[in-house]
């Protein structure tokens, strides 16, 4: 049986609700707390109502369950995140400083923090951008994870608290729907392909973004969660690379095994986000200090998205 028990905190999101299934795998169903603002009658295993404002309540859940390990996913995203700018900082960050503080006075011995390639701004190299570069975000949400980066390194340097953290690319995948990010359109694009409907694209034809497949981006995780303590080098956060396409490059991928999909192009404020991050990324840090490697790259993405999208609308 295994002796660690995980609490994942907006365990309903586009990553929540695939990650918790892995963790399901890994830790076994009684060993895994699947938490969300809103009930979900539907769940398997164990459910808690919890909002990440509320200290209390998430030191309670932690208490019951003896948690040894926290997956803090909740937060407001890019795009959403600059309808109302300090809402968003007060729940990005307040959620952030419960978690760590639970996390530290109730030793749980790690948390996953993710952070997001919103951390570069027009400062940063657009190309192959570095672990260590300058960090000017344009967005709310890219201020709040930079600064949540220098916070994970304080509490470890500080006080110990294992915080382990991802800038993750955008992520694609077939088992959930995006919740208000800059890079949702290379999910819906498939969704719209496999219901044999034209798509029309919130960004530039041209506008490279690094992205990620899902699968890729959940066992990234979990392989940083297990990786040993002293191989992780990096303690606000790693970069990480899957893939990196524009959409007139997705469109292409698609119609190699669609051809009568169509895609037009109607940018709106999101391109003013993407054209702030990088086009790439270079993620040596974390190939080197923990094993990254992508498995997946556009083609052999767009093959498994089209074939289980096509299953679940059939
Ligand atoms: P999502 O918006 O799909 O899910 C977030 C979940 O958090 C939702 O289910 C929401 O109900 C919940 N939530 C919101 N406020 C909450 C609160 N106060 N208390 C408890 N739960 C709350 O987001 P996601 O795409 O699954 O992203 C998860 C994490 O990964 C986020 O921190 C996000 O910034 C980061 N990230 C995601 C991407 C991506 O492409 N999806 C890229 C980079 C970083």
């Known amino acids: ?91 990005n960050m307040k959620t952030m400083f419960n978690v760590f503080e639970v ?9 996953f923090y993710p952070s997001s390639i919103a951390v570069f701004g ?8 570095p672990q260590s570069t300058y960090l000017n975000p344009s967005t709310v949400y890219g201020i709040s994870k930079s600064a949540g980066e220098n916070w994970s390194e ?3 340097n500080r006080y110990g608290l294992d915080i382990r953290s991802i800038r993750y690319p955008g992520i694609i995948g077939y088992q959930s729907l995006p919740g208000g990010g800059t890079t949702d359109y290379a999910v819906d694009i498939y969704h719209k392909a496999v219901n044999e409907e034209d798509f029309s694209c919130f960004l530039d034809k041209d506008s490279m973004l690094p992205m990620i497949f899902m699968n890729d981006a959940i066992r990234a995780t979990i392989e940083l969660m297990d990786a040993p303590k002293e191989s992780i080098k990096t303690r606000s956060s790693y970069n990480l690379a899957g893939m990196s396409f524009a ?15 169509k895609i037009s192009y109607a940018p ?46 059939s």
């Open 1 to 91: 049986m295994s002796s660690e028990t995980v609490l994942i905190i907006g365990a309903k999101g586009q990553i929540g609700s695939v990650l918790t299934k892995e963790l399901q795998l890994k830790f076994g169903i009684e060993n895994v707390v699947a938490s969300d603002l809103r009930e979900d009658t539907e769940f398997i295993g164990h459910f808690e109502v919890i909002d990440a404002t509320d200290f209390d309540r998430i030191e309670a859940v932690v208490k019951q369950y003896g948690i040894t390990q926290i997956y803090h996913l909740a937060a407001i995203l890019s795009a959403k995140g600059e309808e109302n700018p300090l809402l968003t900082w007060e729940i």
């Open 103 to 111: 996390a530290r006075k109730n030793s749980v011995q790690k948390v």
């Open 122 to 129: 027009d400062a940063a190299p657009p190309d192959a951008t």
């Open 154 to 156: 304080y509490y470890f």
């Open 247 to 261: 959409p007139e490059e997705i469109a292409n991928a698609i119609q190699k095994i669609l051809p009568n999909f």
């Open 268 to 313: 709106d404020f999101r391109q003013e986000i993407a054209a702030n991050w990088p086009r790439s990324i270079d993620d040596s840090d974390a190939r080197i200090d923990w094993g990254w490697k992508p498995q997946y790259d556009l083609d052999g993405m767009t093959k498994v998205m089209l074939e289980k999208l096509k299953e679940q609308y």
